[in-house]
């Protein structure tokens, strides 16, 4: 279970501290609840312990997990993007793909994310909403890491977006590195 001031990846949304536990009554039941305050936009939330498990809540990830996403990174990707359907049906089950992985709250979903469309921008330029996803990954990830690293987002947004360098000046406009968190 989660203690007082644990910072928590909350899936989907970033990083959050626990700021204290309270007791409130909705209806005819008293629930106990979490306030959960994210650390890198101005939201706060109550989470009833019992849903706990069912939102995917987390504890953040450790640095032996987070050299494991940058070696992946720097991997072939496994499959050959020639068979992907860029039309529009295809992009559609492409994003409810991706969603799915950035609401899992496993940070190897959200990697893969990542990856599979700084690949694709490799292929094509991006649309919006390709982009749109990017960068929410791209958050999620520059988030956890800078918590658990201790790193400027400058810092951890350059590392991120090192092993796609030679593609990332062929294709403007993913974002520039000034933008970050």
């Known amino acids: 279970m989660f203690n007082l001031k644990d910072k928590v990846m909350y899936p989907g949304h970033g990083v959050a501290v626990i700021e204290e536990t309270m007791e409130k009554v909705v209806g005819d039941r008293s629930l106990k609840l979490f306030k959960l305050k994210f650390l890198f936009k101005d939201t706060t939330i109550l989470l009833p312990f019992e849903n706990i498990n069912a939102c995917c809540i987390r504890s953040l990830c450790d640095t032996q997990t987070i050299k494991k996403i940058f070696v992946y990174f720097y991997k072939p990707f496994d499959k050959k993007f020639d068979y992907v359907d860029f039309t529009p049906s295809g992009w559609n089950r492409r994003n409810k793909d991706y969603q799915l992985k950035l609401q899992s709250g496993k940070i190897e979903d ?12 490799q292929q094509k330029e991006l649309s919006f909403g390709e982009k749109k996803i990017l960068i929410a ?15 400027t987002a400058h810092s951890v947004q350059e590392q991120l977006q090192a ?13 520039p590195l000034s933008s970050a968190i």
């Open 137 to 151: 990954a791209e958050d999620l990830l520059i988030q956890e890491i800078q918590v658990v690293t201790a790193q």
């Open 163 to 175: 092993p796609f360098k030679q593609f990332l000046f062929t294709q403007p406009a993913i974002r």
């Open 110 to 121: 959200v990697a893969y994310v990542y990856k599979d469309l700084m690949t694709v921008a």
